[in-house]
């Protein structure tokens, strides 16, 4: 009995494991049929190969716009912090 028990456990605990990670895990763009099929025809590969490549470049673009707004915002809230840090402003000398 001990031993089911134990072994249902693991097994709610490889469930949630799995769990966890599709949430925390961005799911993967799968690119168009018609990108896949320009990117055979432009690099002249096969199709699997033209497939990864619309997948992976699909990926880049994405997720490199996503960080590129992300770091802007940011770098916004940052340089808002330093302008109300007092130890930070530029203090003009005293004559």
Same mark, same amino acid.
């Given at each position: ?12 605990? =490889? =469930?949630?494991? #799995?769990?966890?990670?599709?949430? #925390?895990?961005?799911? $993967?763009?799968? $690119? ?7 990117? &055979? ?8 190969? =033209?497939?990864?490549?619309? =997948?992976?470049?699909? &990926? ?8 590129? &707004?992300?770091?802007? &915002? ?11 840090? $007092? ?5 003009? $000398?005293?004559?």
């Amino acid at each position: 009995m001990a031993e089911t028990i134990s072994s249902n456990a693991k097994a709610k605990l =490889a =469930a949630g494991v #799995i769990l966890l990670a599709l949430l #925390i895990v961005p799911a $993967p763009l799968l $690119p168009p049929h018609r990108l896949a099929e320009v990117v &055979q025809s432009v690099l002249g590969v096969g199709w699997k190969a =033209a497939y990864l490549v619309a =997948a992976v470049g699909l &990926q880049i673009g994405f997720y490199r716009g996503v960080g590129s &707004q992300r770091y802007r &915002q940011v770098a916004g809230d940052i340089e808002a912090r330093l302008d109300r840090c $007092p130890a930070l402003t530029v203090q003009k $000398p005293v004559p």
